[in-house]
């Protein structure tokens, strides 16, 4: 799974909470579909007046456990199949532009992901300690491979007291989002890291 490719179209169905659709398991978000994918597109066929376009992306998981989807039948988007895959909730700040990069924001989904032993993991940890672990990176501001981010500290706009951290794990480890709420962030290259609640790289 570890450097899978798929990618995400959002959909809001409210002022603060927002759809995830999802290509993973039905394709590999086809470049020829993607890369003419418009929002206004997305606008016009679902009705929505609020999306965004996410991805492409490539997952930094090994596996996942005990997941589900918030809806499993198939969906089609600008004719590529997708899936609901969770539900993002954005608070007033963030949706008027006040904040973006470094924000937290939860999300509603069912998710075990699985990061295996010897394999390299990226962490940032807050001012408070907390960790954020990545769960994928993105290429859609900057080109990115997964042996370039080896080097990703030296690039990132951290905020005033935040660490990115790199290593080799000794262990498989897991991270799970409790209560089926997943709290998760982006920095300022768009990859995307879960709150932990430990430490994987002690």
Known sequence: MRGGRYCEVIIGTSLTKYAVYNTWGLNNCPEDKW???TSAEVKKETQASRIHLNG?????????????????STRMIGGIAMREAGII??????????????QTHEVD???TWIYQANKPV????????RVYVMQSYSIELKPQTMQSLKNLGDKLQLPQGWKFKTGTLKKTQTLIAADAKAIVIQDD????????THDFLP
């Open 122 to 129: 990226y962490e940032l940890i807050d001012p408070k300690g």
């Open 56 to 72: 492409p992306r490539y997952w930094i998981i090994d596996g996942f456990k005990n997941t589900s989807l918030i809806n499993p």
């Open 189 to 196: 290259y768009l990859n995307t890291y879960q709150q932990a």
């Open 35 to 37: 890369s003419h994918l």
């Open 109 to 111: 989904r069912k998710t």
């Open 89 to 102: 909730h954005l608070d007033l700040m963030t949706l008027l532009g006040a904040k973006k990069y470094y």
